[in-house]
């Protein structure tokens, strides 16, 4: 069946890089999806990719996309005090109506 | 545009009693889907309408419900509470025309039951 899964912790110093990564098993995934939770908050969209692409950027963020390995990460740049929240992979495909596919999520801590 | 909008933000009931949550979807879009997060199990898909129809369902039990009105504004239902419904459920709405429309999510309600 359909699976995602992301570590769950990532500490880093401010101004450094971050790097999230997600793994999901669903080969006719189409669209993976970023989001981001802050404390009490909804899911925020960060970005997506499209199955076919390798590489999306979009200001500080970077997704890369593995298809082989079936992996996906996010890296922000210059990370900052903000970016303290949980982040969340998901997969959507079309044969999926609607539904999406979520990874546990992984706590980014930023140090200042 | 407005965002999605989710109403009550915040409630509390006991185990047996039943609740309604309702979600207003982006303007235009057409789909509303539902979303269960807890501690334990994460986000899980309660079920999707579109078109005042349900399209998927997750696998929940009968008493997790739901329904779509023609304006396209949706509410859930959970009848019988448990004190495992204690939870945050968010909705989110998309375009609807394809099942990989990005969804854009609500709020939240967080649902306490005691």
């Known amino acids: ?112 | 545009k407005a965002g999605v909008t989710q109403t009550p933000r915040y409630l509390i009931k006991t185990r047996g009693q039943q609740v309604t949550l309702s979600c207003s979807p982006i303007s235009g879009h057409r789909s509303v889907s539902w979303y269960q997060q807890t501690p334990g199990q994460g986000l899980q898909f309660l079920f999707e309408y579109f078109s005042e129809t349900q399209r998927n369902k997750g696998n929940f039990p009968g008493r997790f419900s739901g329904r779509q009105f023609s304006n396209s504004r949706s509410e859930m239902n959970v009848s019988t509470l448990e004190l495992g419904d204690s939870a945050l459920y968010l909705c989110a709405s998309s375009l609807g025309t394809r099942g990989t429309d990005t969804q854009y999510f609500g709020p939240g309600t967080r649902l306490t039951v005691l």
């Open chain 1, 1 to 112: 069946g359909e699976d995602v899964e992301q570590s769950l912790f990532l500490s880093v110093r401010e101004g450094d890089s971050s790097v999230i990564n997600c793994t999901y098993t669903d080969s006719s995934s189409t669209y993976l999806y970023w989001y981001k939770q802050e404390p009490g908050a909804g899911l925020q969209l960060l970005t997506y990719i499209f199955s076919n692409m390798d590489m999306k950027q979009d200001q500080r963020l970077t997704v890369l996309l593995n298809k082989k390995d079936k992996h996906l990460s996010l890296r922000i740049a210059d990370t900052q005090t903000g970016d303290s929240a949980i982040y969340f992979c998901a997969e959507s495909s079309d044969n999926q109506g609607g539904k999406l596919i979520f990874g546990q999520g992984t706590e980014l801590s930023v140090k200042p």
